[in-house]
């Protein structure tokens, strides 16, 4: 599948999900950048912090498939992007999800706050079974 145009950073943020690359998933942020994942969650602030979160997910799942996007759209330094998310639990039991993520860019091109639109409860229910 080929990705829609987007600006780079956002691009590196799905690439690195899809290679579980904490490092490189969180590189994507500006150093202060904030991510809320999802809306209406404590929001993480700071790269440090963005990057310990998602170094804690990738090793719930084997293999964590990423999330890929499907429409990109951008004006000016805001990027709305519509993705679907892929994952296997540790027991084998698939994970699907879907969402939008709105990114705004600073000056230097890198994510400066990135929100997630997607429904925690029907991705929390598919890890319980």
Avoid: C
């Avoid at 990705?3 to 290679?19: E, G, I, K, N, T």
């Avoid at 084997?62 to 004006?75: K, W, Y």
């Amino acid at each position: 599948m080929t990705f829609p145009a987007m600006p780079p950073a956002v691009l590196q943020f799905f690439h690195a999900s899809q290679r579980g690359d904490a490092e490189a998933w969180a590189a994507a942020f500006a150093e202060n950048g904030v991510f809320h994942d999802p809306v209406d969650t404590p929001p993480l602030a700071g790269r440090p912090a963005i990057r310990d979160f998602i170094a804690s997910v990738l090793p719930r799942f084997r293999p964590f498939l990423g999330l890929t996007p499907l429409e990109a759209h951008t004006v000016g330094d805001k990027v709305a992007v519509s993705w679907r998310g892929a994952a296997v639990t540790l027991d084998g039991r698939p994970v699907n999800w879907s969402g939008i993520n709105v990114y705004e860019l600073d000056g230097d091109g890198l994510i400066r706050e990135a929100k997630a639109y997607f429904n925690h409860a029907v991705f929390a229910a598919q890890l319980t079974g």
